[in-house]
C-alpha cells in the first residue's frame, strides 16, 4: 500500500501561489486556514501532515509570504480538528536541548492519541546560527554528529517510563513504580542529561521519526534513526537509485527493508486536462519575483547567486564537498542547470514549483500513472505531496487523485488504525529499559 | 474590578487530591480533563487558566500524580476548546533559548488570538540542571540576571515586525516592508541574537508577562518586567506588607501602580457548612503521604528534610542566605513553623493543601468575604486560585463563589474584552522599533 503526507506550506508550495487569484494570502496568517487543511487532508485519509520549519528569517522579507506559526503549536491545534491524520513537525537539533524537545513531541503525541512524528534537522546557515549565540554555523559533519547524540538522548528520555510504570492505586496512595521509571544518566560529548522525562510513555512510545537530508551523512543518518523520509528526486532513475541505496544501507544497522519509509516530493499542478494543467503552471511561473527567487534559490544551496545577472548561465559552482548547507539539494541543482544548460531565470522557472523537488502538470490520470509508475518500480514507497495552491490543490489531489488511486488498488479507503505509526505500518518501539528488565 | 486567576494542576491542589473519591485520577493525563477546565474557568469569566512547571521529575514518583503535558502545548489544546479566557504557561529563563521561546509564545498568542501569558521561572535545583549538561544549578543571582537579559531578548523579537509590516499586495508581489522588520543584533552576556523573529508581531504585541518570585531578586525583577505576580503570603498583614513593597518599587522603573496586579494565592476548601467544608479538609489531609509530603517540602525550601523525625521540631535551618532555591518560600515556611511551633508532621499537614498558599475552608460566603477584605484592604488585585479538587473544586467555586462576588459588585458578569491583556486592563505595548522610528 502506498503512503501520503501532504506537506503544507502558506498558501501552496508554489512560491508565487499566495499572488496567485485563486488564493487568500490572508490565510497565510490563520489558523482555521491550518485546520481546514488537516482536514481535508484527513478525508483523504492521508497518512500525515507535515509543517518544514527553519529557526531564522527565510528568503526576501518583501516578497515571501511570511508565517507566524511554530509547528508543534501549529500541529497541536490542528490536532483539536481532527482524529486520525498523522502531524508531523520538523525540529532541528542544533539549537534546542534534547529534554525541552522529547517533552514538546511527548506532549504532542499525548494530545494527538499518538499522532506526533518529528522531522528530524539540522538547520545550514549562519542566519539561524545568529539566532542562537554563535557567529556561524558549525561544520556539516559536526551537526550530524550532534544529531547522532540528540537522538540517542531524546529516545532515551521517551523511554524512561516503561510503559506500564503508573499503578495509580489510591487505597494505598502508590501513583508509579519507581523501579519502572529510570534516570538516563547520559554523558556523551556534546549532552549530559540526567532524566528521567517528567512525563509518562507516549501512545505511539516515540513518536515517528522523519528525515529529509540526502547528502551521504544524511542517508547514513537516516539508515540509522529514520522511519520515514521525504526527498526531491527529479528523474525516476534518480528516484530508484536512491531508493534502493537507503534501503541497502538499513541491514547494517540491523534495521528491515519495511522499517523506512522513502517519499519523495511531488508538486501536482492538476487540470482537467493536461492544457489547463500547463496553463495554471505558467501563470504561476510568471508571478515569480526573480529577486525573491534568487535569493530563496541562493539559501538552498549555500551559495550567493544575488548578484549574478538573470539571463546568463550559472557561474562555476564551488565542489560539493565545499558546501556546508544542504549539500543534497545542492548537487540536484547544479545537475538539473548543468544537463539542461540553464540560464539563471530559466533555472529559477523551473524550481519556482517546489524549490528542486518533481512538479509535474497534468490530469489526476496522468498524476496517477506518475504515482504507480515510482511506486511499482521500486522508486517510492508513497509520495510527499506538495500543493501548488492551498487549499484548492490539496482538496482537488483528495477529490481527483486519491479516488483514482484507490481505483487501482494502491491506497486505503479509510483508516485502519488510530496512530501514525499504525499508518505506515511501523511498529511500537520497546522502550530500551524495558528490553533489559526482560 | 477583581481579578481571578484558575491555577490548574492535575486532579487538585492538595496534594493528596487524587487518593479522594470526589477526583478521577486517570484525568491528570487526559488532555479532555484540561479542555473541560478551561470551559468551566471561562463560563465564570475568569481573567486567565495558568499551568506550573518544571524541568524535572518533581517530588515522589512513586506517590506523586505525575502528569505528562507540556504548558504550551496543553494551552493551545485548551485554547482550541474556548474563546476568551486567558492561557499562562510557565517556562524557564535558565534551560531555553530566548529564540525558541519567543516563537513558542507568539504562536500561542497568534493561535489563541490574543490569550498568551507566560510565567517566567529561573528553574532552582540541581535536578532541573542534570537534564541541562550542568551539574549544579547556577546562583539564585545569577539567574536572575540571565533572566532579565533573556526578557530583553524574547521582548525585542516579539516587537521586531512592526504591527503594520505586511502589505499582502498580489499585484506588486510585496508581502511585507523590510523597513518595518528589524534586526535585534543582541550582544549581551549570556545571549547573542541577530533576529529578527520568524513571526508576525502577535495579537497582544506581546504576550502578558507573569511572575511568581517573591525573593528581594524575584521582587526587583518583578517590578522592572511582570505585569502580574502570583504569591503566597500567609496573613492579611502580610499581604499589605508585600503589595505595598511591589507596588512602591514600580515608580522607579518608570511604571504605574495599576501596569502590575498582585495576586496571592488561594485554596479554597468549600462546603455549604463551615462544617462541611472542614470535613473535606480533614478528609484529604488524612490522606497525605508523609514520605511524598516531606520530600516534596525538601525540595520546595532547598533544606533535606528527608532523614528528620516526623514528630521532631523542624531543625535549626540554615540563613537564607545560603538557600539557592525559592528564597521566599523557604522564608514562609520557616516562619510558620517558627510561630505556631510546629513538628515536621504538623508542618506538611499545614502544607499539604497549598504549598505554602493560603487553605481557607469556608462556605462560599466566607471565602467571598476573604476575597473582599484582601482585596478593599490593599493586599490584593485579584486572586490565583487553587482549587483543591479539580474539576469540582472549581466548578463549585464558579458556581457559588463568583455569583457571590458579582452580586457585591466585585467581579465582570461577562468578557468585555477579547485578550488577556484586555481582561487584566492592560495597555497593549508599542513595538519598541516603531518607538524608535516615530
Redesign the interface.
Given at each position: 500500500m502506498l503512503h501520503l503526507n501532504a506537506f503544507l506550506m502558506g498558501v501552496g508550495h508554489h512560491e508565487?501561489a499566495?499572488?496567485?487569484?485563486r488564493t487568500d494570502?490572508?490565510l497565510v496568517?490563520d489558523?482555521r486556514h491550518f485546520q481546514n487543511l488537516a482536514t481535508i487532508a484527513e478525508r483523504g485519509a492521508f497518512d500525515s501532515v507535515f509543517l518544514a520549519d527553519?529557526?531564522?528569517?527565510?528568503g526576501d522579507?518583501?516578497?515571501?509570504?511570511?508565517?507566524?506559526?511554530?509547528p508543534?503549536?501549529?500541529l497541536?491545534?490542528m490536532?483539536?480538528?481532527t482524529t486520525h491524520v498523522g502531524l508531523i513537525a520538523t525540529a532541528s537539533t542544533s539549537?534546542?536541548?534534547p529534554?525541552?524537545l522529547a517533552?514538546?513531541f511527548?506532549?504532542?503525541d499525548?494530545?494527538s492519541g499518538g499522532r506526533a512524528g518529528w522531522n528530524i534537522v539540522t538547520s545550514a546557515g549562519d542566519?539561524a546560527a545568529?539566532?542562537?549565540?554563535?557567529d556561524a554555523v558549525a561544520d556539516h559533519a559536526e551537526r550530524y554528529e550532534r544529531a547522532d547524540e540528540f537522538l540517542d538522548v531524546v529516545t532515551a528520555l521517551w523511554d524512561s517510563w516503561d510503559d506500564d510504570a503508573?499503578v495509580?492505586d489510591?487505597?494505598s496512595?502508590?501513583?508509579?513504580?519507581?523501579d519502572k521509571?529510570h534516570e538516563i544518566n547520559h554523558r556523551g560529548r556534546f549532552?549530559?542529561?540526567?532524566?528521567?522525562l517528567?512525563?509518562?510513555r507516549?501512545p505511539q512510545g516515540r513518536p515517528l521519526l522523519v528525515q529529509a537530508g540526502s547528502s551521504e551523512d544524511g542517508k547514513a543518518f537516516a539508515a540509522r534513526h529514520a522511519e520515514a523520509v521525504f526527498t526531491a528526486q527529479q528523474t525516476f532513475e534518480e528516484g530508484q537509485a536512491f531508493y534502493r541505496d537507503l534501503k541497502s544501507r538499513l541491514a547494517a544497522n540491523d534495521r528491515l527493508p519495511d522499517e523506512l519509509k522513502v517519499l519523495p516530493g511531488i508538486v501536482p499542478v492538476l487540470g482537467s486536462t493536461e492544457a489547463e494543467a500547463r496553463r495554471l503552471s505558467d501563470e504561476l511561473d510568471e508571478?515569480i519575483?526573480p529577486v525573491?527567487a534568487v535569493r530563496q534559490l541562493s539559501e538552498l544551496i549555500g551559495v550567493d547567486l544575488n548578484d549574478h545577472p538573470l539571463d546568463a548561465p550559472l557561474p562555476p559552482l564551488p565542489p560539493v564537498t565545499h558546501i556546508n548547507g544542504a549539500k543534497s539539494r545542492f548537487e540536484l541543482v547544479r545537475d538539473l542547470a548543468e544537463r539542461d544548460k540553464l540560464t539563471l531565470r530559466q533555472l529559477i522557472g523551473r524550481l519556482g514549483g517546489g524549490r528542486g523537488h518533481q512538479v509535474i502538470a497534468g490530469t489526476p490520470v496522468q498524476i496517477a500513472d506518475h504515482i504507480q509508475r515510482w511506486h511499482e518500480g521500486g522508486a517510492a514507497d508513497g509520495f510527499n505531496v506538495m500543493p501548488p495552491l492551498l487549499p484548492s490543490g490539496l482538496e482537488e489531489f483528495v477529490d481527483h487523485v486519491i479516488p483514482e488511486l484507490r481505483r487501482r488498488g494502491l491506497f486505503r479507503t479509510g483508516y485502519s488504525a488510530d496512530t501514525l505509526r499504525g499508518h505506515y505500518g511501523l511498529a511500537r518501539p520497546v522502550g530500551r529499559f524495558e528490553r533489559i528488565s526482560r
Open positions: 508565487a499566495w499572488r496567485h487569484p494570502p490572508s496568517n489558523v527553519g529557526v531564522q528569517i527565510w522579507v518583501q516578497h515571501t509570504a511570511a508565517g507566524k506559526f511554530e508543534i503549536t501549529l497541536t491545534a490536532a483539536a480538528a539549537y534546542t536541548e529534554y525541552n517533552r514538546l511527548s506532549s504532542l499525548h494530545i542566519r545568529q539566532n542562537f549565540n554563535r503508573l495509580v489510591p487505597a496512595g502508590v501513583f508509579a513504580d519507581p521509571v549532552y549530559q542529561v540526567r532524566g528521567p517528567n512525563a509518562v507516549s508571478l519575483v525573491r
